[in-house]
């Protein structure tokens, strides 16, 4: 993985439109392996599409900023998919806040997500609800 | 694969059993270390009183009924929204649970619309949703 995401901004910085740094990720043999194994399933030739989600919205969260001891939980995800990704292939991930809820003593970040790969067709785009205390 | 796709259809349940190294081998995968998914100690003592798997693990399997079900279609071209009800634990068996809700057709192309449900071996519901994948001939 090569992406800037080990910057953590402060949770004010967190407002609908902020983009995350952009994220890029060599979906190699050894990764797509490593995520079958854990999922328990099979490879058919191509990188699961749900392991590019994963991976995005694991870059995505580790900028978020979280007191210690409190949690972020996800809540929902929706997805969509465009083109299968060759085992091998690199994609780049483009993700930004989309919107921001503040409902007692909870949060929710709404994060858009989209995934291009080398030739900047989109293979995949979404938006992940993450649940954060505050 | 099916090989009818029509409405009511019941597509073929996924089971998977949760463990501690299947949730550490994902955050591995995935570079998601949120220590909620792996570090015991501090997960004892946050609201949900141990380690949980990783939303998008259980969503993996449901991910893998589609495939089964519809191919490549699904993988290329699937559509997914769903909802994190409950935390999948370790210990836990996931059953996913599918089905065909209706078939629609779109400038002369058919999409399946298909709702899913992730139980744990309480029947308790982890994880709810719908999905969208067109129908290859």
């Known amino acids: ?134 | 694969m099916l090989t009818e796709i029509q409405e009511g259809k019941v597509l073929n349940p996924v089971v998977k059993h949760i463990t501690q190294e299947k949730i550490n081998l994902y955050a591995e995968a995935s570079g998601d270390f949120n220590p909620i998914h792996i570090d015991k100690s501090f997960a004892a003592k946050t609201p949900v009183g141990g380690t949980i798997a990783h939303g998008m693990l259980s969503l993996a399997y449901v991910s893998e009924m589609m495939a089964a079900t519809f191919g490549r279609s699904w993988l290329s071209e699937g559509k997914l929204q769903a909802r994190f009800r409950e935390p999948a634990r370790p210990g836990d068996t996931l059953t996913i649970n599918g089905k065909i809700d209706c078939v629609e057709q779109k400038d002369g192309v058919s999409y399946a619309n298909c709702n899913f449900e992730c139980l744990n071996q309480k029947g308790e519901t982890i994880v709810t949703g719908e999905t969208i994948v067109k129908v290859l001939k």
């Open chain 1, 1 to 134: 993985m090569s992406d800037e995401t080990n910057k953590t901004i402060s949770y004010e910085e967190l407002i609908p439109g902020y983009e995350f740094p952009l994220a890029n990720y060599e979906l190699s043999a050894s990764l797509v392996s490593k995520y079958l194994k854990a999922v328990d399933s099979a490879s058919d030739g191509f990188v699961p599409p749900l392991a590019i989600t994963a991976c995005a919205i694991a870059a995505m969260t580790r900028s978020i900023p979280l007191p210690p001891a409190t949690i972020a939980i996800h809540a929902a995800q929706e997805l969509e998919f465009f083109k299968l990704v060759p085992i091998g292939a690199t994609v780049e991930c483009h993700s930004r806040v989309a919107r921001k809820i503040t409902r007692g003593k909870m949060s929710m970040l709404i994060l858009g997500l989209e995934v291009f790969d080398k030739g900047k067709d989109k293979v995949q785009s979404g938006k992940a609800t993450i649940a954060l205390p505050t």
